[in-house]
Nanobody, 127 residues
Framework: QVQLVESGGGLVQAGGSLRLSCSAS????????MGWFRQAPGKEREFVAAIRSGGYTYCADSVKGRFTISRDNAKNTVYLQMNSLKPEDTAVYYC?????????????????????WGQGTQVTVSS
């Protein structure tokens, strides 16, 4: 059974940093894309960042220059380094895995492109 477990969330002051991790088990994900989404209270879940098996990365405009996605295939883990955090980054962050292999970024920004999801980790940024 496939499992994704996020960790690293917490409470941080504005301007601070956090590093989220998502550990995958149940199969090897090195050939799959992995992504991060977030959902703030009262809002729909939105795309944050994705990384394809070949290392191509995509980031939402709202986090570009502040967040960095990376992966360690040997550990079946994807990371989200979040710097210069803002109160509007407060949300539950979810990692996900996509078995698709499509060129272009649009595919990886859509929730329907992902097959497996974690339970989420809370990130709260205080002002």
């Amino acid at each position: 059974q496939v499992q994704l477990v996020e960790s690293g969330g917490g409470l941080v002051q504005a301007g601070g940093s956090l590093r989220l991790s998502c550990s995958a088990s149940g199969r090897t994900f090195s050939s799959y894309a992995m992504g991060w989404f977030r959902q703030a209270p009262g809002k729909e879940r939105e795309f944050v960042a994705a990384i394809r098996s070949g290392g191509y990365t995509y980031c939402a405009d709202s986090v570009k220059g502040r967040f960095t996605i990376s992966r360690d295939n040997a550990k079946n883990t994807v990371y989200l380094q979040m710097n210069s955090l803002k109160p509007e980054d407060t949300a539950v962050y979810y990692c996900a895995v996509s078995r698709g292999s499509v060129s272009g970024s649009a595919y990886y920004t859509r929730q329907v492109s992902y097959d497996y999801w974690g339970q989420g980790t809370q990130v709260t940024v205080s002002s």
